[in-house]
């Protein structure tokens, strides 16, 4: 371990903890508090300060809807450095919304689950962290529960996002059938993004419309889930977002355990588990492409492309281990190689596949922490190993930066570090690896 990185790693952690309690994603670019963000924070965190680790996670899901649901932006502050901002999103159009917290009306990956039970395996004191989860687990299980019964119309075990936004993997080239789609209006509005980062590394003009047009059908039905279902020209089922909530659901299934009791809730939850994981891998697993894809919800048809969300799975231990090895086979046939890090967020080998822009193409610390986590559990130990040196690699040669370029520095090119610097994930997730 590189004794200096770590140290700034902290830095940066610590620097971008605020007084009310959460952790900013990024100065300037993104001033308030994010669901997945949070999660992957709380991991750091857990390292060498608990008590911050328990703040973030006590605030986020302080946060939490009368419904279970958790917001993907949690606006603490008036800041209008970013946009959209609380004014836009109005999240008190729900009946049920927060009256504590403004906030968006859309959700992130839920990662609160199993970023609990890290909490518990990396805290020393594990009565002590223990406690901490017995006060907070129950508002996971409630955001399960909101997911199951209203994101699920078909009762497939397979739940829904309705923006991209709630994908995290904001402006994949996944989601460009689906903007083919639609023909939202020329928004008047002024970005605040591309005052902090390169606008070519940012998504266009023409895709925030999209993004804003999905809110406002959202907003004219106040939020209601059933109306969203019904309306929403975006409805997608993600392979990303369904394996952070089965990976999270088992980490409830075994922390109850721990705590005692509650066998009903377990009882519940493997209940979701075999429906949902039956479901996955009959209905995103595309066996000619050797990965996992998206199914769009609203036009009925898979989304035939591969993004590291594909891999995703491994880490919820949703394949089996014949699947698996599929899986990895695709991962370095398309997105390996000795000119590449692993793993780029969008196949490599598609025209629509860019290096520079955002989840296009670059790496991103997030996503490597997973895959390197489930390569491991299968026991895929040298392309585990190689994720987790790629990703250390990346940081100790770039810096902290919110995504990296792919491509190795063969002198023509000069990959770098690319979005937000001093991103907390980046920092949290190179703690957790090097410990
Ligand atoms: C990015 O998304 C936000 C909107 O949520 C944005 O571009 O303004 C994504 O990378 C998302 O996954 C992440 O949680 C967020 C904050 O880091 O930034």
């Not at 999103?89 to 917290?101: F, I, R």
């Not at 005692?260 to 519940?268: A, C, L, V």
């Not at 036009?299 to 969300?309: C, Q, Y």
């Amino acid at each position: 371990m590189k004794q200096e990185l770590y140290k700034k790693a902290i830095a940066v952690l610590d620097a971008n903890f605020q007084d009310g309690g959460f952790t900013i994603p990024s100065a300037g670019l993104y001033p308030f508090q994010w669901k997945w963000d949070s999660g992957f924070i709380a991991i750091g965190f857990a390292h060498y300060d608990v008590e911050k680790a328990k703040t973030e996670m006590r605030t986020l899901l302080d946060s939490q809807w009368g419904n279970g649901f958790i917001p993907h932006i949690v606006f603490h502050t008036d800041n209008d450095s970013y946009f959209p901002g609380a004014d836009f999103h109005q999240s008190e159009l729900h009946p049920l919304s927060s009256k504590k917290y403004r906030s968006t009306g859309m959700t992130q990956p839920p990662v609160s689950g199993f970023v609990l039970q890290e909490m518990h395996r990396i805290a020393e004191d594990k009565n002590d962290m223990l406690n901490f989860i017995k006060e907070e687990i129950d508002k996971v299980f409630d955001n399960h529960v909101y997911f199951y019964e209203n994101r699920d119309p078909k009762d497939e075990g397979l739940v829904y996002i309705y923006h991209n936004w709630e994908s995290g993997t904001d402006n994949s080239p996944v989601w460009d059938d689906i903007w083919d789609t639609m023909n939202p209006p020329e928004y008047n509005f002024v970005r605040k993004d591309t005052t902090h980062v390169d606008a070519s590394q940012r998504p266009s003009k023409r895709e925030y419309d999209h993004y804003l047009y999905i809110i406002d059908i959202a907003k004219q039905n106040n939020y209601d889930d059933g109306k969203i279902a019904e309306l929403s020209p975006f409805l997608v089922q993600d392979p990303l977002f369904n394996a952070m909530l089965i990976k999270s659901n088992q980490a409830l299934i075994e922390l109850y355990e721990l705590i005692g009791g509650n066998e009903d809730k377990i009882k519940t939850l493997l209940q979701w588990q075999a429906k949902s994981i039956a479901s996955f891998n009959e209905k995103l697993f595309d066996v000619e492409l050797g990965a996992y894809v998206h199914y769009d919800l609203r036009n009925e048809k898979a989304i035939r492309h591969i993004t590291s969300s594909s891999f995703s799975p491994l880490f919820a231990n949703i394949p089996s281990p014949e699947r698996a090895k599929v899986l990895v086979n695709t991962m370095m046939d398309k997105f390996g190689g000795d000119d590449r890090y692993l793993c780029a967020s969008f196949d490599p080998t598609n025209d629509r596949f860019n290096p520079r822009k955002y989840w296009r193409g670059p790496v991103w610390i997030n996503m490597n922490w997973m895959l390197f986590l489930g390569l491991k559990n299968y026991d895929f130990s040298n392309v585990a190993e190689q994720m987790k040196k790629d990703s250390i690699e990346l940081i100790e040669r770039y810096g902290f930066y919110e995504y990296f370029d792919c491509r190795k520095d063969t002198g023509n090119e000069k990959p770098t570090g690319y979005g937000g610097n001093n991103f907390s994930w980046s920092a949290a997730l190179y703690i957790d690896m090097v410990n």
